[in-house]
């Protein structure tokens, strides 16, 4: 989808998703202490804004000026500030780095999901932690809900090969397909988590 059915989509409804973080955002990152933080390709801010509630000083990126207005909303409601920056995660360059850089459900196509995750990848400072979480390749046959088009699916395997090949030292501290439970459903739905470290 481009920037204008994101619009779209976003405007149509009052918050497509929950504004209650991701739970792979809270299990991996709630124990990390607060710094600077990237939510990249942020959607509608739930996650920015949740870090920024722990005391994350957070930047928040996506193309949609329509999801940066609800995230504007909501962080106000929250009572917290959030920096959000509008930029296609394609072509954003990273005037700064961050001790955690967040990649939620970004589904793209292999070359530009290589491309985006290499961008998250410099934008990680020494010391500093990546987390990507998306729907998984086998979530298609296996899981339940996510996009049903195998080529914006990927998996763990992936993301190492994109990130650690990346000429950066990281390390790589968790790369799985993890079972999300979804209300209603027969079965779960089938997530890669990857979490890397970037070497001091």
Not at 47 to 60: F, S
Request: hydrophobic share 45%; proline share 5%.
């Amino acid at each position: 989808m481009d920037r204008a059915a994101w619009d779209a989509r976003y405007a149509a409804t009052d918050y497509i998703w929950t504004v209650e973080p991701n739970r792979w955002l809270v299990a991996e990152c709630e124990g990390l202490p607060p710094g600077d933080a990237l939510d990249l390709a942020c959607g509608e801010g739930r996650n920015a804004v949740w870090l920024a509630e722990r005391g994350w000083k957070v930047t928040a990126v996506d193309f949609s000026r329509v999801a940066l207005d609800k995230g504007r909303r909501l962080a106000a409601h929250r009572g917290v500030t959030v920096r959000w920056e509008q930029a296609d995660v394609l072509t954003w360059e990273p005037t700064d780095t961050f001790d955690l850089v967040a990649v939620l459900y970004l589904q793209l196509p292999e070359a530009e999901r290589r491309r985006a995750l290499r961008i998250a990848v410099e934008a990680v400072r020494a010391g500093g932690t990546l987390l990507v979480v998306a729907h998984d390749t086998r979530n298609l046959d296996e899981g339940v809900g996510g996009p049903q088009d195998p080529a914006v699916l990927y998996t763990p395997a992936d993301v190492v090969a994109d990130t650690v090949g990346s000429g950066r030292e990281l390390i790589v501290e968790r790369a799985e397909t993890v079972e999300r439970p979804v209300e209603g459903a027969g079965r779960p739905a089938l997530d890669c988590l990857v979490r890397i470290r970037r070497a001091l």
